[in-house]
Each structure stands twice: as C-alpha cells, then as structure tokens.
C-alpha cells in the first residue's frame, strides 16, 4: 500500500502516511472500532501523502482485545478499489450515453435472452408496452403483456431469426 519496508511503516501513525484532514472516512472508521468497540466494513477515500494522490480501499477493521476485553488496538485489511471505482463510473457513464441515444431513435429496440427474458428495452418499447424500462426489463414477455400478444412478439422474434441464421 504504500510502497515501503516493514520497517518504514511498523511504529508509525497514520498522519504519516495520509493527510487526514482529506481522509475523513479513515478516522471515523478508526474511532468506531476503539471506541465503540465494533467491527467496521467500510468504504474509505484516502489521500496518500507519498503518492499526492487519492485511493479509495475497502476495509475490514476489527478491535483487538487483553484477557480482560479492554480494546488495545485494532488490525484491519485494506483492499485498494480505486481502479474499480474508476471503471464502474466510467461504464455507468457509458451506459447512460447509449441509454440516450438508443431512446431518441425512432425504432423499438429491446434484446431477450434465450428463455424469452428482457435484457433491454429502449423508451420506445417501454411506451409501447404501457410500462416503464425497469418494470420490463428482467422479465418475460408473458409478465408484462397480455398472452397473446406476448406469444405475438415471439413469433415475430422466432422469424428474425430464421431470418438472420439464413444470411
């Protein structure tokens, strides 16, 4: 995590290693387990003074206890998730981005998997079907529509894709 020997970090406080008035989250964490005496299972934001950067972790934080349950300490494991934090908003944005274009063309656009389940379906279908893209989605046809109509969208996906096995 920081780069170091055992030796350069065993004795050293965390101000020696975070800014912490930017790493808020790390001393509310800490104070919960030796004060409070409870386990914590957290997000922290840290900022890295070595680095000048920020990481987010995920940690685990346990008290350590004497023969007599007074907490004496704390051991932790910290897992940095700051690439993964990246990404999941990165996609997040991605997919709001198709999102918007897929709903502003003019065509019913929706993908099912092989048990007739709804993958996606764009606003168009949504309006279509009188329902709302979250009530659709994860969903058969047969759950959303009336029987013969969903039977109707069946035949007409089973043909696609006769259609498309024959190209």
Known sequence: MFDKELIEVIGFDDSH??????????RENDQQ?????????????????EIQA?????VIKKPLHDVYGKVIG??????????????HKKLKAQKQLLDTMLDNVDAYIYMKDSERT?????????ELFGSTVTNIVGKKGTEVLPIEVA??????DQKSLILIKNK
Not at 74 to 82: L, R
Request: hydrophobic residues 40%; aromatic residues 14%.
């Open 33 to 49: 387990v030796m004060i409070i005496n409870i386990i914590v299972e957290n997000e922290e934001i840290n900022y890295l003074k």
């Open 54 to 58: 920020v990481r987010i972790y995920k």
């Open 74 to 87: 704390m051991c932790g494991i910290s897992t940095d998730i700051t690439e993964e934090k990246y990404l």
């Open 17 to 26: 290693f975070f800014d912490l008035t930017l790493s808020q989250q790390l």
């Open 151 to 156: 039977e109707h969208f069946n035949q007409s």
């Open 118 to 126: 709804f993958k996606y379906v764009n606003s168009k279908v949504a």
